[in-house]
């Protein structure tokens, strides 16, 4: 991992002595307000301090909260998702491998000819697994993890976007490699031009594209990666800077059966057969990664419910009397939980992979 230096030492105000290029803004910055920061942002600050003990120079002119808010909120020390906890999408899985996270692994070996794409975006409908794939490449090539949502851009920091932006690509460049997930990505890089599109949204969109050109032409290792589900809205200039556009549909039956299987034996309670479980493949055609949790989750009630119906209270109820989870408890589960992405627009994104998506 990063060393973190010095995260129990004293604040050292980034105050540069010799007087060099930026040293004038960074007191100014940094050193003025330093007794009115507090220890969180103390120690956010400390943790992205050069071995000389220095601020570094992309973050000198940055507010300390607004580094603070990227290192704690948008910054995931622990994404915690294995190539493993992912059903199916080999076929997605085996381009990022090449196109990512050998790389982010080797930059020596993918420069020149080999040198990568810095941008990826992943479409299809919601609940497919394109955040639990930004998260396992983060962990499998030993990168740090950014996760920020384009609508908070827009609606949570108003005003404020573009300083944000330029704390977010400036803290991921002290903590490389990186990869940065723009979820609904859309929202930052629609090509709509509503009348709701103000000069500050305008502006935020700029500044990002920027941002991304910035880290395009140099040698940074970092990544991009944005998610959307209305692919249909970005723009030309978005397709450019998003080299590889990978379509991550609904999961196959197989993937199903393997979501089924995996959320259940986590808690000791898969007895299945073989039988039942194609039997509830065939029955949730058309559901999303995150349809088959909640369905799980509503199934695993039924042995529950059907205990307590018996007269045990809850508080006495033991693990003995609930039998194991059944078919039955799917069916009625699935009168609960409905799929939530519609065949019209899976027709739309098959559309869009057909004219703009990577097939390799
Ligand atoms: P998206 O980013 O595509 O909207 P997520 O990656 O956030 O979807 O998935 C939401 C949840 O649904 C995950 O936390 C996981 O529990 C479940 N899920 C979705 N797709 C898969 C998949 N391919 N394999 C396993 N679980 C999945």
Not at 146 to 152: D, E, K, Q, R, V
Not at 229 to 242: F, G, H, I, K
Request: hydrophobic residues 35%.
């Amino acid at each position: 991992g990063f060393s973190r230096r010095g995260i129990r030492s004293n604040f050292v105000p980034p105050i540069r002595s010799n007087g060099s290029n930026g040293g004038h803004t960074t007191s100014r910055s940094l050193g003025k307000c330093d007794d009115a920061l507090d220890d969180t942002t103390k120690r956010c600050l400390e943790m992205l301090y050069g071995p000389d003990g220095e601020l570094p120079e992309k973050l000198r002119n940055l507010e300390p909260r607004l580094i603070e808010h990227v290192s704690n909120e948008i910054m995931d020390r622990d994404p915690n998702v294995r190539w493993d906890d992912i059903a199916g999408l080999e076929h997605a899985k085996k381009c990022v491998t090449e196109m990512v996270i050998w790389p982010l692994l080797r930059p020596d070996i993918f420069k020149g000819c080999r040198s990568p794409g810095r941008g990826l975006l992943l479409f299809g409908p919601p609940g497919t697994g394109k955040t639990m794939i930004g998260k396992a490449i983060a962990g499998e090539a030993k990168a740090t993890f950014f996760y920020i949502s384009a609508s908070s851009l827009t609606s949570k920091w108003i005003g404020e976007g573009e300083k944000l932006v330029r704390a977010l690509f400036g803290v991921a460049s002290c903590r490389q490699p990186a990869v940065i997930f723009v979820d609904e990505i859309d929202s930052l890089l629609s090509q709509r031009k509503s009348e709701g599109e103000h000069e500050s949204s305008r502006r935020l969109k700029t500044q990002f594209l920027i941002e991304m050109e910035g880290f395009d032409s140099g040698n940074e290792q970092i990544l991009l990666i944005g998610a959307t589900n209305r692919p249909q809205e970005l723009d030309e200039a978005a397709r450019r800077r998003l080299t590889k556009r990978l379509y991550i549909p609904l999961p196959s039956s197989e993937a199903r059966a393997w979501i089924i299987r995996n959320l259940l034996e986590k808690d000791g309670l898969f007895k299945l057969s073989k039988e039942d479980t194609d039997a509830i493949c065939k029955l949730t055609e058309g559901y999303s990664g995150s349809d088959m949790k909640n369905l799980v989750k509503d199934a695993s009630m039924g042995p529950l419910r059907e205990a307590l119906k018996q007269g045990i209270q809850i508080t006495n109820l033991k693990k003995e009397d609930m039998r194991s989870v059944t078919l039955q408890d799917f069916e009625s589960a699935l009168q609960e939980v409905r799929p939530s992405v519609s065949l019209n627009e899976l027709g739309t994104y098959e559309e869009w992979n057909k004219q703009f998506g990577s097939l390799s």
